[in-house]
């Protein structure tokens, strides 16, 4: 079982900036996926951005130019950098890990940091 804990939410003013933190129970240079998503109240979850099984990383729309998603691996932490924030990007935010191996496919998610953005 690995765990994900997110850290970092809170309170932001439209235009402001927050970093959250994912930190892994396992390698994540091991991964094949991970990332970050969101929920808003009375909403679906949707992918924010995540590093990509091919190395890369892919953002949403809506989030392109402002948030940056990055990794450090001696500290097995994810990391989402949130700048410019709006009050649609108020959402409880959830870090996701993809593992393969021989026995298949491993899906985890974190409990979740609740990110509000108000003045």
């Known amino acids: 079982q690995v765990q994900l804990v997110e850290s970092g939410g809170g309170l932001a003013q439209p235009g402001g900036s927050l970093r959250l933190s994912c930190a892994a129970s396992?390698?994540?240079?091991?991964?094949?996926?991970m990332g970050w998503y969101r929920q808003a109240p009375g909403k679906e979850r949707e992918l924010v951005a995540v590093?990509?099984?091919?190395?890369?990383?892919s953002y949403a729309d809506s989030v392109k130019g402002r948030f940056t998603i990055s990794r450090n691996y001696a500290q097995n932490t994810v990391y989402l950098q949130m700048n410019r924030v709006r009050s649609e990007d108020t959402a409880v935010y959830y870090c996701?890990?993809?593992?393969?191996?021989?026995?298949?496919?491993?899906?985890?998610w974190g409990q979740g940091t609740q990110v509000t953005v108000s003045s």
């Open positions: 996701n890990g993809l593992w393969t191996d021989f026995r298949g496919r491993h899906e985890y």
């Open positions: 396992r390698s994540i240079f091991s991964a094949n996926v």
């Open positions: 590093f990509t099984s091919g190395g890369g990383t």
